[in-house]
């Protein structure tokens, strides 16, 4: 599968790039912390007592309260669509299904949650008042969204299908891109998404993360896009770091 970029324009994000991660978590408080030390963030309260996380004055990122214990612990990516209803129909007709319906969030824009075929979950996002990343690709920030699936061939379709500009248009670059789960994970893994974020020397930043109280899940490995490592923070959430 061809893996894209579209770049941001005065702010916007064409459809199919990633244009936003959360995270929801049992203690917002404690993910501050964590999330505050490692990458450098500072936070603001935002719509629904969540809270944005800001790299250099930009937003970069959102942290919520898992108000549903039986939900998992996880960051997940929002891919940007002018229009999350058709979008979301295009879902259903493509084998996948719509998890959570679109609903209004606020002033900011409409979100949705979507699985593909295999079920790995995803975010959808019609921009408002808040069109997503302030700033990416810098270190603290959003750099990357892997889709690890068991078809990849099925990946490729589904995905293909719904975001063919932004997956194989001209202006095209890497941003997202698919593998197999038996690559990184043990074969039993679900499909799922897996958001990196960016660092500069990513030796220290792993320390960082068990000092503060997550852990490793995978060591460092070698990309086409990168060195990597799949961490954990201090309440179970996986993300991964990526040094370019």
Not at 87 to 96: K, V
Not at 117 to 123: D, K, L, M, S, Y
């Amino acid at each position: 599968m061809a893996e894209n970029r579209a770049s941001a324009k005065e702010n916007t994000y064409g459809e199919g790039a990633p244009c936003w991660v959360d995270a929801q978590l049992p203690d917002l408080a404690a993910g501050r912390r964590f999330y505050g030390e490692l990458f450098g963030w500072t936070f603001e309260e935002a719509y629904g007592g969540s809270v944005w996380a800001r790299k250099d004055g930009e937003a970069v990122a959102g942290l919520a309260h898992k108000a549903d214990g039986r939900m998992p612990t996880v960051w997940t990516v929002y891919f940007a669509t002018p229009d999350v209803v058709r979008l979301s129909g295009r879902i259903r007709e493509a084998g996948g299904q719509v998890v959570m319906a679109p609903v209004a969030v606020g002033e900011l824009g409409t979100a949705a949650l979507a699985a593909d075929p295999e079920a790995a979950v995803f975010g959808l996002w019609q921009a408002a008042r808040h069109s997503g990343f302030g700033t990416r690709h810098k270190p603290g920030t959003f750099g990357w969204a892997e889709l690890y699936a068991r078809d990849t061939e099925t990946a490729n379709t589904f995905y293909g299908g719904l975001f063919t500009d932004a997956l194989f248009g001209p202006d095209a670059a890497p941003d997202f891109g698919r593998a197999p789960v038996s690559d990184v994970f043990p074969v039993e893994m679900p499909p799922h998404f897996l958001v990196h974020f960016r660092v500069e020397d990513i030796e220290p930043v792993l320390g960082a993360v068990q000092r503060l109280g997550g852990r490793v899940q995978v060591p460092l490995f070698e990309t086409s896009y990168g060195k990597v490592a799949v961490v954990t923070d201090n309440q179970g959430a996986s993300f991964a770091l990526l040094q370019r």
